[in-house]
Structures are given as C-alpha cells and as structure tokens.
C-alpha cells in the first residue's frame, strides 16, 4: 500500500520522531537509562522534567508542532520543529510563576522519587 504525505501527515510523522527521541535519554552504550516525567499539562502542551538531567535545570514543553527545553528564567535553551510562538510565551509565564516548584520537582526526581504535578 502506498502511503499518501499530506502536510498533516508529514508534520504528524515528524512529532512522533520527535516525541520518541525526547522520551527517553541514552547512556555512551546506547541504553536507555530514564524516562521523562510529566509535571504538568496546559492546553495542548506537555511539560516533562529528566531526573538527574544536566544544569541549569530546565523543563521540556511538547507541542504538536514541535518542543523547546526552557530554563528557569525563561530562557529558551533549544528548540525542534516549530512550537509556536504564542505558546512559547505561555510556557514562559507559566514556568516564572512556577519556578519553585519546578526545582522541587527537580529535587525530587534526582531523590529517586516521583515528581509532583504542578497546578497549570
């Protein structure tokens, strides 16, 4: 069967490759060695946090159209596929009014324990 690549499809495809590189962090063998953690969801956005993921801590936001790591300040630290810039500036806003429970969260995961939802 032939596939059809319709713009919805491509950029669906590309999510899911996306999503399943994000999902999981690989030690120099290639094992995977930790999952992300989902600390909270805001309309259409998914905010998830590694445990003993590398400084300055920061949380991943995942859109459909793509996922941007975001530190504490608000700074954006990378960027893949195209998450809109409206949305941006609500991951932005919502994480300066969260920070610490951002860094509890933090905390916690490198404690081997479970993160704590966060009020959207």
């Known amino acids: ?24 962090q690989k030690n120099a063998e290639g ?24 400084d300055p801590v920061h949380i991943h936001a995942i859109h459909a159209d793509g996922i941007i790591r975001m530190d504490l300040k608000g700074n954006i630290l990378s960027r893949k596929g195209k998450f809109p810039e409206n949305r941006v500036a609500d991951v932005k806003n919502w994480i300066l009014s969260r920070r610490w429970g951002v860094l509890n969260n933090r905390k916690r995961l490198d404690a081997g324990q479970e993160a704590k939802k966060i009020k959207p």
């Open 1 to 24: 069967m032939k596939k059809i690549y319709t713009p919805a499809v491509a950029r669906c495809e590309i999510l899911m490759n996306l999503l399943t590189r994000a999902k999981h």
């Open 31 to 54: 094992d995977v060695v930790m999952e992300m953690s989902t600390v909270a969801e805001l309309p259409g956005i998914r905010i998830e946090m590694f445990p003993n993921d590398h």
